[in-house]
């Protein structure tokens, strides 16, 4: 295979320069693949050839454009592809694998500038609480123009979350509320907007089969008391006595 993973201590003269430069296009139309940056000459941390930034990809221009701490180098041959041709669970598998192996320089366990531990994004990530509000401020007010949303659709397509992923979701959203304003922004977002011929059959085709929730439904788990009972019974008794003079003013009529 190309590379390799084991829990050795990471070796900081290997060079990763047999990997060929890639063809990213080639990569990305084959699925998901683990690329690399490599150093272009020694360095305190390590030798020339050996990799500072690992990552996982299923588009063509991550690897050239993405936003994280590592340069992206301006020599483009000093980019290489590690594993290619996975779904996204399996390269996402590989790179925490590589990442292990290569080690993260920020907490002293290796040569990577990665901050996280790879697979899922920001798993393993510590930020302070003066890096997250550094990029809560640098997130207002940012938008996407169509064409960049439209990259972001497609990088997205086929990708399933894992099991694992789905429950540290889950429980990053317990808890939390949405405040007035914040809802009422989401919904002006979403006024208007007209919902593409794919986008509806998929609606329907999850909707078909589907049961409407019934009041006979609604209230079958419910719990009555004494009290509850009394007042239903009375409630209708003074229902039926409306009908029942309603149908008899009608009649004189």
Known sequence: MQGCCSDAAPDTT???THLKPPNLRKAADAGSYVYCYLRSKDSSTAKAGSPYY?????SADRPLHKNHNAPVPTDRSLIRIMRQGLDWDRAAQWERLYIQRYGRKDNGTGILLNLTDGGEGAFGAVRTAEQRERYRLASQGRTHTLETRQKLSDARLGQ???PEAKQKISESLKGRTQSAEWAEKRAA????AKRSEQTRQRIQEKAIGRKSPSVANANSHRVWDDAARQRHSEAMKLAASRRQ???LTT???
Do not use: F, K
Request: charged residues 15%.
């Open 251 to 253: 009649n004189d009529r």
């Open 189 to 192: 977002a979403h006024r208007g």
């Open 245 to 247: 003079h309603l149908s």
């Open 160 to 162: 399933l979350l894992t």
């Open 54 to 58: 690992i990552g996982v990809a299923s």
């Open 14 to 16: 290997a060079s990763m």
